[in-house]
Nanobody, 131 residues
Framework: QVHLVESGGGLVQPGGSLRLSCTAS????????MGWFRQAPGKEREFVAT???????????YYADSVKGRATISRDSAKNMVSLQVNSLSPEDTAVYYC?????????????????????WGQGTQVTVSS
């Protein structure tokens, strides 16, 4: 049985940073897309960042426009883990952040950010940006 467990959420001041981690168990996802989405109150779940295996230990990284330039996603395939760091946080970043993994290796740029293409989800971790 697959489980994704996120950690690292909490209360952060505007301008601060957060680092989230997610570890998968139950099977290896080293060759599959693994990334992050978020859902703010009253809004739909949205893409934040994700990774796609391109061979060996290399991953291509994709970012939403809302975090591009201030977010870094990383994979540790040996630990079945994905991490996300976001800097220069604002109240608009307040949301529940979810880790997700897809069973589809062939996702491309136009499909890899779609929630419907991810098959396993973590329980979510709350991030609140407030002074």
């Amino acid at each position: 049985q697959v489980h994704l467990v996120e950690s690292g959420g909490g209360l952060v001041q505007p301008g601060g940073s957060l680092r989230l981690s997610c570890t998968a168990s139950g099977r290896s996802f080293s060759n599959y897309p693994m990334g992050w989405f978020r859902q703010a109150p009253g809004k739909e779940r949205e893409f934040v960042a994700t990774t796609r295996w391109i061979g060996g230990a290399a991953y291509q990284k994709y970012y939403a426009d809302s975090v591009k330039g201030r977010a870094t996603i990383s994979r540790d395939s040996a630990k079945n883990m994905v991490s996300l760091q976001v800097n220069s946080l604002s109240p608009e970043d307040t949301a529940v952040y979810y880790c997700a993994v897809s069973n589809t290796r062939g996702l491309i740029a136009s499909t890899i950010s779609k929630t419907e293409n991810y098959d396993y989800w973590g329980q979510g971790t709350q991030v609140t940006v407030s002074s």
